[in-house]
């Protein structure tokens, strides 16, 4: 059954004047092991966490926003994780019309990383476009652009963090460390923010203002095949910003991780509880915080769509509502995946 337990959020909070600015060139192979670091510290908090990496190392930044009624959002994403293709953007957008535009941006050459302060910057230039992110020092602030003339796409996407940066927290690792599993590497910069969003395709626009997200992801060994199913997601209910993380690997072993944050305070973590896993049948999410002392939580997670068309790996946007268990239910949006099995 579900372990239960409590761990503390480790705030983060490294002097981002004192870290010396690095350029990367992403990415780089060794064919020596990769040492990863397992706590936080000394260097940008949003820096590229395997450099250099190996063949089976992967390493990718996540971002998103979603629209105030849950029908739209984008999805930006530098990722590498197949050497045979160094570095891809997966960009989507999701259109009020529930038109899903998935593009994924191949490139063989390489993305160009700097860090300042704890934030990070990146550029790539791939086959048909260029896409790249600006974070301020302190990693608050980030702005995504696109450029991909093929497909007559662009426009940016800015966030403004609203709640408190964090670290995982699990069973695994009661102290908040960088390893949430052996191959599942994440921390959260950005758990939920005020996104503007304003891109362009060919005549049409896709504008709005709600909730924006960032977080970062890598590990020594690419996580398929040791995957049953992963569960994640953020979402806004009024005040309370929520992310949670619930990870099976293939031995059933659960891995969680939650945070709720409220006027920008991070109130408690706890973990989460999840349902079904076929994927094509999921209307919904409950998430369950068990925050001792404070109470319990409960959120509700409806879907709008499904923005994903695989078996093996869902993402669904939506309302979510919920708060203090019997208090009054606030409201707002939210984004959930489900990945795995992968075989
Ligand atoms: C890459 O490094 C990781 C971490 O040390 C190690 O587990 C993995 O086996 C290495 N992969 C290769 C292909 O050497
Ligand atoms: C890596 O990319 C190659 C070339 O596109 C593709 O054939 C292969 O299936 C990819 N591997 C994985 C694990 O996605
Ligand atoms: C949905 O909206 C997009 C963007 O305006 C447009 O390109 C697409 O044709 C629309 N799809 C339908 C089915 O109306
Ligand atoms: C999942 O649900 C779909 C739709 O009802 C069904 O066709 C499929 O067999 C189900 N898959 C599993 C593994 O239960
Ligand atoms: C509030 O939301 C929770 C979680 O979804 C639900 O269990 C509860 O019934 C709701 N309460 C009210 C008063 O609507």
Redesign the pocket.
């Known amino acids: 059954m579900i372990p239960s337990f409590i761990c503390l959020i480790l705030p983060v909070t490294t002097l981002a004047s004192t870290i010396q600015p690095l350029n990367y060139i992403l990415p780089s192979y060794t064919t020596a092991d990769v040492t990863l670091a397992t706590t936080i510290g000394h260097q940008a908090y949003d820096r590229p966490y395997v450099h250099p990496g190996n063949t089976t190392t992967y390493e990718w930044w996540y971002f998103d926003a979603i629209s105030s009624d849950g029908e739209s959002s984008v999805v930006f994403q530098p990722i590498m994780y197949n050497v045979s293709v160094p570095v891809e953007l997966l960009f989507q957008l999701v ?1 009020p ?1 529930a ?1 899903v535009k998935d593009i994924i941006l191949g490139s063989n050459h390489r993305l160009y990383v700097s860090t300042r302060g704890d934030g990070s910057s990146g550029i790539g230039m791939a086959d048909g476009g260029v896409f790249s992110w600006v974070g301020s020092q302190d990693a608050s602030e980030y702005t995504l652009k696109v450029d991909i003339p093929d497909e007559d796409i662009s426009g940016t996407v800015t966030l403004f963090r609203t709640a408190p940066p964090h670290v995982a927290c699990s069973e695994t690792c009661p102290d908040a460390r960088l390893d949430l599993f052996w191959n599942l590497y994440w921390m959260n910069p950005v758990p939920d923010a005020v996104a503007i969003v304003d891109i362009k ?1 060919g005549s ?1 626009r896709l504008a709005f203002t709600r909730n924006g997200y960032h977080d970062k992801n890598w590990g020594p060994v690419y996580f398929a095949n040791d995957l049953n199913q992963w569960y994640w997601g953020h979402g806004r209910a009024s005040e309370y910003s929520i992310v949670w993380f619930y990870h099976l690997d293939i031995q059933d072993h659960i891995t969680t991780s939650g945070y709720i944050a409220k006027d920008a305070q991070i109130l408690w973590t706890a973990y989460p509880i999840m349902g079904t896993n076929n994927i094509s049948q999921i209307q919904g999410y409950k998430i369950d915080f068990d925050a001792g002392a404070l109470g319990r939580f409960a959120f509700d997670f409806r879907k709008n769509r499904q923005v994903t068309k695989y078996s093996w790996y869902g993402r669904w946007i939506g309302t979510m509502s919920g708060g203090r268990v019997a208090e009054k239910n606030e409201s707002g949006v939210a984004v959930c995946e489900q990945m795995g099995p992968f075989f």
Request: proline fraction near 0%; glycine fraction near 0%.
């Open positions: 259109w019309n038109t395709v049409d």
